[in-house]
């Protein structure tokens, strides 16, 4: 199990910056893959990015260049770094823990923190 700690939402004007933690309960290195989904209201929650376990990433094309996603493994924490930031970004962001274990797969998740980007 992993549970699953975001910080460091807020209010910010468009074109401004906000990074986002998320802090595991347990080591990240192992586990398989770490995300960032966000979903706005009436919207469906959707994947914005993710870092594997070997370092790969992915991106939502409407991030693309202006999110990086990264993890420190020695403070089990993932970050999103969100710069240009425009009001459509304006969402509940979810932290995500993807974990394989032999036959079992788990997604964990964060409570969620809100980021609101004003024009």
């Known amino acids: 199990q992993v549970q699953l700690v975001e910080s460091g939402g807020g209010l910010v004007q468009a074109g401004g910056s906000l990074r986002l933690s998320c802090a595991a309960s347990?080591?990240?290195?192992?586990?398989?893959?770490m995300g960032w989904y966000r979903q706005a209201p009436g919207k469906q929650r959707e994947l914005v990015a993710r870092i594997t376990s070997g370092g790969g990433t992915y991106f939502a094309d409407s991030v693309m260049g202006r999110f990086t996603i990264s993890r420190d493994n020695a403070k089990n924490t993932v970050f999103l770094q969100m710069n240009n930031l425009k009001p459509e970004d304006t969402a509940a962001y979810y932290c995500?823990?993807?974990?394989?274990?032999?036959?079992?797969?788990?997604?964990?998740w964060g409570q969620g923190t809100q980021v609101t980007v004003s024009s």
């Open positions: 995500n823990a993807y974990l394989v274990t032999g036959n079992l797969r788990g997604d964990y």
């Open positions: 347990r080591t990240i290195s192992g586990i398989n893959a």
